[in-house]
């Protein structure tokens, strides 16, 4: 069967009609179990989980895009350029954790600040491309809270921004269900 060519507009359009909750979901699970950890756990074991948790983000999300319909690896829909684009946001924060990493070494403690808002800042680009301010408003709203809540509860870092990571997430989705395509 010939493929149809799509102009880059028609991909963006086709791209922003998706749900976008496979990955706020599998981030919120994630930043969840953090917190609890957090809460419960020594801290050397909520660092582990903390690495290992967000490392894991992105495998959730392709499982959970199952449920959601999205289907990030499912072969049989159209190419669209925009899901390579976002595969480069990904990229972005992983590569994220070469600046998270040497300052965890130096205090073990920076790495709620480090990963929480750097990992954030893939919401930047995804804004742009649904052409909705959600992103945007995910990215500060995450690093103006982890920043104040780093420096007013220094003693509760990996719980209090793991929470606070966790209602934006809410926030965001309840955002995502709600704008008009």
Do not use: C
């Amino acid at each position: 069967m010939e493929e149809i060519k799509r102009t880059l507009e028609e991909q963006r359009t086709e791209f922003t009609k998706r749900p976008f909750l496979a990955t706020p979901i599998a981030g919120l699970a994630v930043w969840l179990i953090i917190g609890l950890s957090g809460l419960f756990f020594p801290v050397r074991t909520t660092v582990w989980v903390l690495f290992l948790g967000t490392g894991s983000i992105a495998y959730l999300a392709i499982f959970i895009s199952k449920f959601t319909g999205e289907r990030f690896v499912d072969k049989d829909k159209p190419k669209n350029v925009f899901d390579g684009l976002f595969l480069f946001t990904v990229l972005q924060s992983v590569l994220i954790y070469s600046i998270a990493i040497p300052f965890f070494i130096l205090d073990y403690s920076s790495l709620p600040l480090t990963v929480g808002i750097l990992t954030g800042t893939m919401w930047i680009p995804f804004s742009w491309i649904i052409k909705h301010w959600v992103g945007i408003f995910h990215a500060v709203l995450r690093t103006v809270s982890i920043l104040l809540l780093w420096y007013m509860l220094p003693e509760h870092k990996f719980v209090a921004i793991p929470f606070a990571i966790v209602i934006i997430y809410i926030i965001t989705m309840i955002i995502l269900k709600s704008r008009k395509l």
